[in-house]
């Protein structure tokens, strides 16, 4: 797989580096965007509002990876670099505290990809024209339009 790379605007990086770690903080849940575990000092407010699309999918490549390292106990090769860039450009991130995952946490995360399934089948029955556009890395943007308007209906990644 090819390495993907991490780009963040400097206003976005800005935004990253001013969260701050709580640890009381909780997680939830979260199927769009990451399909992954979110701990609720991790983001800015609104950031996927704000964000640029670019910085956008290096958030989701970060979530990501995270998410691999917490299955599999490493970051996987195509992100070794990422991994690194990132970890220099937002070295205080709140989710770089996070790197492993009690049993419990283990266990909400694979309901997470099974409630995505689900959904994702739901979907498709009913929207038969998905878009699927891979983003490398192992990301995967799927969009389905309406087909009068043409207009975004929904989108998410996995
Ligand atoms: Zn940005």
Redesign the pocket.
């Known amino acids: 797989m090819d390495s993907v790379s991490f780009k ?6 800005a935004s990253y580096r001013d969260l701050e770690y709580d640890s009381n903080s909780d997680y939830s849940l979260n199927i769009m965007p990451f399909c992954s575990l979110v701990w609720h000092d991790e983001h800015p407010e609104d950031w996927y509002d704000h ?2 699309e ?3 999918l290096s958030i989701r490549h970060l979530s990501s990876a995270r998410t691999a390292l917490w299955r599999t106990g490493e970051i996987p090769d195509h992100y070794l670099i990422f991994w690194k860039n990132a970890k220099e450009a937002i070295p205080e991130w709140p989710g770089f505290k996070r790197l492993s995952l009690n049993k419990k946490e283990l266990d909400s995360l694979d309901g997470c990809s099974e409630e995505l399934d689900d959904m994702m089948g739901a979907i498709t029955e009913e929207f038969p024209d998905v878009t699927v556009t891979d983003q490398g890395g192992g990301l995967t943007k799927f969009t389905a339009e309406r087909d009068l308007s043409r207009k975004r209906w929904w989108q998410f990644w996995r």
Not at 8 to 13: D, G, P, Q, T
């Open positions: 963040m605007c400097s206003e976005c990086v964000c640029c670019e910085c956008q």
